[in-house]
């Protein structure tokens, strides 16, 4: 919304409270309806303009979502574990798995190809080996001989030996499957009954991950399978935080951070050559918060690199990992204020608020992020609770990455009807939604969290309109250059008329 749209409003319903008289008295009807139409058009979407075709879909997805509301067993309502079965059968998900989504940027390199894919795939090449650790997680490696041991973990065994002697592989496929995702059929409050207890078993994930995902041949099948999974679910753009990690051989050699880079390049031009509507993807290289400032200063200092060397794929630089556990971003101020000292451009993307740890120096990291002049703001969740961070972020157009899955399976939120960002868009923030680590959490692509956001943030109130805007901010907001973001647009525009003319007829 323009400023100069919204001080005509607000002027519009000054003029109306001007004109009643103070005390009890009557309510006028026309000032009701003046500050129902100033509050649904301050809402994401609200000053769209629809075409006929659109509004036709509006109401079909209004009667639907009336429909979904009556459900004795709302999905948004529910942890998604539960809810995932019913979202399935919803016809507002079936929906969303047909709309152009835009692009999905935040979403992690490890997390984002679905586990039963991994296991039927990597786990069945030839040199797959597997550990079992102390405290129950596994380990994998690929190698042209017995690796060797590795410490608080059991005996390497060669996986293509022991499926050998097996009359069924299911039960040893479902546990490793099992071991790679959060997603659990038991009741998830039991299983994981505190945020320590789950972002521990979190991270597990990732550490049995790396050993398999790492290994050269799978890294670039798996990079691939996850374009395949973001553009089967009608997402036209990817942004990856990726920790760009030494990739192995069979051989024990290894390659370096821009080997690992290149072959992202190298195999998203593959599938842009293979599916011609795609518009492509881009690299925000990540370091984990945990380490010190030594590291990351190298880390900083690899990434300006890496950005002059890749200035059209590497789109910026973020930290990650837990933001209660790790160091906060003031701590690693030096470090990451080299590129403005040595006027070299390198654009933050920073995870910011994904916390309840309120006045702590971790809920600092919002107001820190700004500072430091990110580009958006990964999570957000704690932004409510910072009015002048809030302020400061919707003047300066930096968007918010909203998770919704991701919040509510690492604790943060247990109903989506109550989510902070439902807050910012009923105020037109500027937001995305994304899935950040969708495989981990028993989801693929976008749609998932689209529904989430959909039917669980505001009610009755966002319809076609509130999608239409959320998918275009994934452009409006993304790290493409004006030229592209023009060019993005007019892409996705295309699929989108597509979209509504199919369904409305």
């Not at 009336?66 to 709302?74: G, I, K, N, V």
């Not at 039991?190 to 979190?202: A, G, K, L």
């Amino acid at each position: 919304m323009s400023v100069h749209l919204q001080r005509h409003q607000a002027a519009v319903v000054l003029l109306l409270l001007a004109f009643l008289p103070s005390g009890l008295t009557i309510p006028d009807p026309r000032q009701r309806e003046a500050l129902m139409q100033l509050e649904a058009s301050m809402q994401t979407g609200g000053q769209t303009v629809l075409t006929d075709a659109e509004l036709q879909l509006d109401t079909l997805l209004f009667k639907m979502k009336q429909e979904e509301m009556l459900r004795a067993d709302f999905p948004p309502a529910m942890h998604f574990f539960k809810a995932r079965h019913l979202i399935r059968t919803s016809p507002i998900f079936s929906l969303l798995q047909k709309m152009p989504k835009g692009g999905a940027l935040h979403v992690h390199d490890f997390s984002m190809v679905d586990v039963e894919w991994l296991v039927k795939n990597a786990t069945y090449r030839p040199h797959c080996y597997m550990c079992l650790t102390d405290n129950q997680s596994i380990r994998f490696i690929f190698s042209s001989r017995r690796p060797r041991p590795l410490s608080h973990c059991s005996p390497w065994n060669l996986l293509e030996t022991v499926r050998a002697k097996m009359v069924n592989t299911t039960e040893l496929d479902n546990s490793i499957m099992a071991n790679l995702t959060l997603f659990t059929h038991q009741d998830p409050a039991t299983v994981y009954p505190s945020q320590d207890v789950v972002w521990d078993r979190f991270e597990q994930i990732f550490l049995a991950l790396w050993g398999l995902v790492t290994y050269a041949p799978v890294f670039r099948d798996y990079y691939y399978q996850g374009l395949t999974e973001i553009y089967t679910d009608n997402a036209m753009y990817l942004e990856l935080r990726a920790l760009l990690p030494e990739i192995y051989e069979l051989d024990g050699s290894t390659h370096d951070t821009a080997w690992t880079l290149k072959t992202y390049q190298e195999v998203t031009r593959q599938f842009r050559a293979d599916h011609p509507d795609f518009f492509g993807a881009r690299i925000i290289f990540t370091v984990h918060r945990g380490v010190n400032i030594s590291v990351m200063t190298d880390a900083v200092e690899e990434a300006m690199k890496l950005r002059r060397d890749f200035p059209e794929f590497l789109a910026g630089f973020d930290l990650v990992g837990r933001e209660d556990k790790g160091r906060p971003l003031w701590y690693f101020r030096d470090a990451l204020s080299l590129p403005v000292e040595r006027g070299v451009t390198l654009p933050f993307f920073f995870h910011a608020g994904e916390t309840d740890l309120e006045g702590t120096e971790v809920d600092q990291n919002l107001l820190d992020a700004l500072l430091l002049n990110t580009s958006r703001i990964g999570h957000g969740f704690a932004l409510l609770r910072h009015p002048v961070a809030r302020d400061l972020s919707r003047k300066k157009g930096v968007a918010v990455e909203v998770c919704p899955i991701s919040n509510q399976v690492l604790k943060l939120i247990n109903d989506m009807r109550n989510h902070p960002a439902a807050a910012l868009m009923s105020e037109n923030h500027p937001v995305v939604i994304s899935s950040d680590d969708p495989a981990i959490f028993g989801a693929s692509g976008l749609s998932y969290d689209f529904y989430e956001a959909f039917v669980g943030f505001g009610g009755l109130r966002p319809h076609i309109a509130f999608l239409k805007e959320i998918a275009v901010n994934s452009i409006r907001y993304s790290s493409l250059a004006p030229k592209q973001q023009e060019e993005a647009l007019a892409l996705w525009q295309k699929k989108w008329d597509k979209f509504v003319s199919e369904i409305t007829q």
